[in-house]
């Protein structure tokens, strides 16, 4: 996807206002106005809606706790939830930002954007939490993680977050959770253009565009397509001050993402659709060990291409069918002269079978395989191919609660992993609820643990862990969901790597033991007309060999955002806060962060929005020795068909 081909296409969605006014016409009355229920395969399974409601506190349904739709209110793991009108809401322009507000996760960015990020979320380690693009792993088989940086919002529908120990929905890395990122779906309406430019602080430059609607009148064959830019001269990644051997100039980032996709419906039983998802980066990144004078460059990918079909087979027995194709990209150059390569390729197939076994009752059963290869001129590591069996069974008796699943993960470099989770739920009352669950996960080791030359070791295990949770829950149309979760996870068979040759080398072995016990709460709802969230962490995060806590988590952090609605207004406001935290020795001071944005529309179709980030200009430290961004402002206007 070049630069040509992405200014092009925003260049023609800039003239659609004129030729919508020019075309414009009463809707056509074949034409719907619900809007089309969105199926998300494989972890969103027919059935699940995209908008499922907005109507009231407990519409919204959720489809990655159980691998199929429930109501937000129903589901026994902890899950958040960040509708569309969420993400507007927020002050955030990628997934990291967004992520912020979800209760149990911490993310640590190590410069402006672009620049990496890691995600703890319940204490767990970027590579124990499993980040999804429409139901498709996208991380690197080298790292073990996502480049969640690389994710804009602009691209986005949801997003979805489930808490805990999850590998027996999802396989390896579903330790701390599963975020889930739905990208824009289609509607039953006609075709509906939209576009929006924006500028603010280091001299942000933003495009996007899109058009979704139905291709038919009978709304049968829906579709989506979107494309954004965004360029930045950011700042200084690493404080020069210490760390003199970095560049002291900025460090700008362009990102170009394209998303589209295509769905027919067949009939009330059948449809089918191909998914697309594509983003590019270039991040200028500093190198505390390199020369004041380097300039270095990451160039990402980030893409996501699925095709899959969704069946009711009889009135009690539904499948879902997904091929896709998740991979990862990552070059590196200093002063212009390449230095390394590493490209990832996820091939995944997944057969997934609902049966309704009573009036709620549900048995699921599937196969999932999957094919990760590593390109690198760095060093070569045999394809790895996994073949996995889920099962699940979710049932409600009277005001009992049941979810039980198991997994069965065959790899070709390791051997097998047998992962469960066991989950009840109790109704006091209509409002009242209680949970508890009890969970194992695991986490494959990456190639780099496996094969990197020096420290990778083939011997070492899976890294293992087992989770004990319990909530109280209170749930209404009036309040929304209010939540306290207790939880302790336990991990073992951690990779470290350990010094070997008197510290000239280290080598990866199954060291490590922690423990993350802590408190979770939260709440997403509304106090009149003003729509709230709030979450609050406290946790023990340990590493049992040291008896210290582990790098960057804090001990107890907190977000609140609020957002109201009047005459042509939107006014929101968030407030971000953390504890101190300790980083390989040095403190990291705790911060608190405030931000304020609003929206203003102009008529039916035009608005201007604008943002202010940190607001008191908080001078705060994510990682040691990076820098983080002063107060910034950025303003949009857009246009949206009507």
């Given at each position: 996807?070049?630069?040509?081909?992405?200014r092009?296409?925003?260049?023609?969605f800039?003239?659609l206002?004129?030729?919508?006014?020019?075309?414009?016409?009463?809707s056509?009355?074949?034409?719907?106005?619900?809007?089309?229920?969105?199926?998300?395969?494989?972890?969103?399974?027919?059935?699940?809606?995209?908008?499922?409601?907005?109507?009231?506190?407990?519409?919204?349904?959720?489809?990655t706790?159980?691998?199929?739709?429930?109501?937000?209110?129903?589901?026994?793991?902890?899950?958040?939830?960040?509708?569309?009108?969420?993400?507007?809401?927020?002050?955030?322009?990628?997934?990291?930002?967004?992520?912020?507000?979800?209760?149990?996760?911490?993310?640590?960015?190590?410069?402006?954007?672009?620049?990496n990020?890691?995600?703890?979320?319940?204490?767990g380690?970027?590579?124990?939490?499993?980040?999804?693009?429409?139901?498709?792993?996208?991380?690197?088989?080298?790292?073990?993680?996502?480049?969640?940086?690389?994710?804009p919002?602009?691209?986005?529908?949801?997003?979805?977050?489930?808490?805990?120990?999850?590998?027996?929905?999802?396989?390896?890395?579903?330790?701390?959770?599963v975020?889930?990122?739905?990208?824009?779906?289609?509607?039953?309406?006609?075709?509906?253009?939209?576009?929006?430019?924006?500028?603010?602080?280091?001299?942000?430059?933003?495009?996007q565009?899109?058009?979704?609607?139905?291709?038919?009148?009978?709304?049968?064959?829906?579709?989506?397509?979107?494309?954004s830019?965004?360029?930045?001269?950011?700042?200084?990644?690493?404080?020069?001050?210490?760390?003199?051997?970095?560049?002291?100039?900025?460090?700008?980032?362009?990102?170009?993402?394209?998303?589209?996709m295509v769905?027919?419906?067949f009939?009330?039983?059948?449809?089918?659709?191909?998914?697309?998802?594509?983003?590019?980066?270039?991040?200028?990144?500093?190198?505390?060990?390199?020369?004041?004078?380097?300039?270095?460059?990451?160039?990402?990918?980030?893409?996501?291409?699925?095709?899959?079909?969704?069946?009711?087979?009889?009135?009690w027995w539904?499948?879902?069918?997904?091929?896709?194709?998740?991979?990862?990209?990552?070059?590196?150059?200093?002063?212009?002269?390449?230095?390394?390569?590493?490209?990832?390729?996820?091939?995944?197939?997944?057969?997934?079978?609902?049966?309704?076994?009573?009036?709620?009752?549900?048995?699921?059963?599937g196969?999932?395989?999957?094919?990760?290869?590593?390109?690198?001129?760095?060093?070569?590591?045999?394809?790895?191919?996994?073949?996995?069996?889920?099962?699940?069974?979710?049932?409600?008796?009277?005001?009992?609660?049941?979810?039980?699943?198991?997994?069965?993960?065959?790899?070709?470099?390791?051997?097998?992993?047998?992962?469960?989770y066991?989950?009840?739920?109790?109704?006091?009352?209509e409002?009242?609820?209680a949970?508890?669950?009890?969970?194992?996960?695991?986490?494959?080791?990456?190639?780099?643990?496996?094969?990197?030359?020096?420290s990778?070791?083939?011997?070492?295990?899976?890294?293992?862990?087992?989770?004990?949770?319990?909530?109280?829950?209170?749930?209404s149309?009036?309040?929304?969901?209010?939540?306290?979760?207790?939880?302790?996870?336990?991990?073992?068979?951690?990779?470290?790597y350990?010094?070997?040759?008197?510290g000239?080398?280290?080598l990866a072995?199954?060291?490590?033991?922690?423990?993350?016990?802590?408190?979770?709460?939260?709440?997403?709802?509304?106090?009149?007309?003003?729509?709230?969230?709030?979450?609050?962490?406290?946790?023990?995060?340990?590493?049992?060999?040291?008896?210290?806590?582990?790098?960057?988590?804090a001990?107890?952090?907190?977000s609140?955002?609020a957002?109201?609605?009047?005459?042509?207004?939107?006014?929101?406001?968030?407030?971000?806060?953390?504890?101190?935290?300790?980083?390989?020795?040095?403190?990291l001071?705790?911060?608190?962060?405030?931000?304020?944005?609003?929206?203003y529309?102009?008529?039916?179709?035009?608005?201007?929005?604008?943002h202010?980030?940190?607001?008191?200009?908080?001078?705060?430290?994510?990682?040691?020795?990076?820098?983080?961004?002063?107060?910034s402002?950025?303003?949009?206007?857009?246009?949206?068909?009507?």
């Open positions: 996807m070049s630069t040509l081909t992405v092009a296409a925003l260049l023609a800039a003239g206002p004129l030729v919508a006014l020019a075309q414009s016409a009463p056509d009355p074949a034409f719907s106005s619900s809007e089309h229920a969105a199926a998300s395969p494989p972890a969103a399974p027919a059935g699940a809606t995209s908008a499922a409601a907005n109507g009231g506190a407990l519409a919204p349904v959720v489809v706790a159980q691998r199929g739709p429930q109501s937000l209110a129903e589901a026994i793991p902890q899950t958040t939830r960040f509708s569309r009108e969420d993400i507007e809401d927020s002050t955030a322009t990628d997934l990291p930002g967004l992520l912020a507000e979800a209760p149990g996760a911490q993310l640590v960015r190590n410069g402006p954007p672009g620049s990020v890691t995600l703890f979320l319940r204490g380690s970027a590579t124990q939490s499993l980040v999804l693009i429409d139901g498709v792993r996208v991380d690197s088989v080298s790292l073990g993680q996502a480049q969640i940086g690389q994710i919002l602009s691209q986005v529908d949801r997003v979805e977050v489930v808490n805990g120990d999850v590998s027996a929905l999802y396989g390896s890395g579903a330790m701390g959770g975020v889930q990122v739905f990208t824009k779906d289609g509607g039953n309406h006609p075709p509906r253009f939209d576009f929006s430019l924006g500028y603010g602080s280091y001299h942000t430059q933003t495009q565009a899109g058009v979704q609607g139905a291709l038919d009148k009978d709304g049968k064959t829906t579709f989506s397509f979107n494309v830019r965004s360029k930045d001269d950011g700042f200084s990644a690493i404080d020069p001050r210490l760390a003199p051997s970095a560049n002291p100039g900025p460090d700008g980032y362009l990102n170009e993402t394209v998303s589209a769905r027919h419906k009939d009330e039983r059948w449809d089918a659709g191909v998914r697309y998802f594509q983003s590019n980066g270039k991040d200028s990144f500093d190198n505390a060990f390199g020369a004041p004078t380097d300039v270095n460059y990451l160039y990402s990918k980030v893409r996501e291409a699925s095709v899959f079909a969704n069946g009711k087979l009889t009135d539904t499948t879902h069918l997904t091929a896709a194709l998740g991979d990862d990209r990552a070059i590196d150059k200093t002063n212009g002269v390449y230095n390394n390569r590493f490209d990832t390729d996820n091939r995944q197939y997944t057969w997934q079978n609902d049966f309704k076994l009573g009036a709620q009752q549900k048995l699921q059963l196969y999932e395989r999957l094919d990760q290869s590593l390109d690198s001129d760095q060093f070569a590591a045999p394809d790895r191919h996994v073949n996995s069996v889920f099962a699940g069974y979710a049932a409600r008796f009277g005001a009992s609660q049941i979810q039980a699943n198991v997994r069965r993960d065959q790899y070709s470099d390791f051997g097998g992993a047998n992962t469960y066991l989950g009840y739920g109790f109704d006091f009352t409002h009242w609820k949970t508890a669950s009890y969970s194992s996960a695991f986490r494959a080791p990456s190639f780099d643990d496996l094969y990197f030359p020096g990778g070791n083939p011997s070492i295990r899976p890294e293992r862990s087992h989770s004990v949770e319990a909530a109280l829950q209170y749930a149309d009036a309040l929304g969901i209010v939540r306290l979760t207790a939880f302790q996870t336990r991990y073992s068979d951690l990779i470290n350990v010094p070997t040759q008197g000239l080398f280290y072995e199954n060291v490590g033991r922690a423990k993350v016990q802590g408190l979770e709460g939260s709440w997403a709802g509304e106090v009149g007309k003003t729509r709230v969230r709030a979450a609050l962490t406290v946790q023990n995060p340990v590493d049992e060999d040291t008896h210290t806590d582990l790098p960057r988590r001990r107890h952090f907190a609140f955002s957002n109201r609605s009047f005459g042509g207004w939107r006014v929101g406001g968030e407030w971000i806060v953390s504890g101190p935290r300790d980083d390989s020795g040095a403190n001071a705790g911060f608190g962060l405030v931000n304020l944005s609003a929206r529309d102009i008529t039916k179709s035009w608005y201007v929005s604008a202010i980030d940190n607001l008191f200009d908080k001078n705060y430290e994510l990682a040691y020795t990076y820098n983080t961004p002063r107060r402002a950025f303003i949009t206007i857009g246009w949206q068909q009507q």
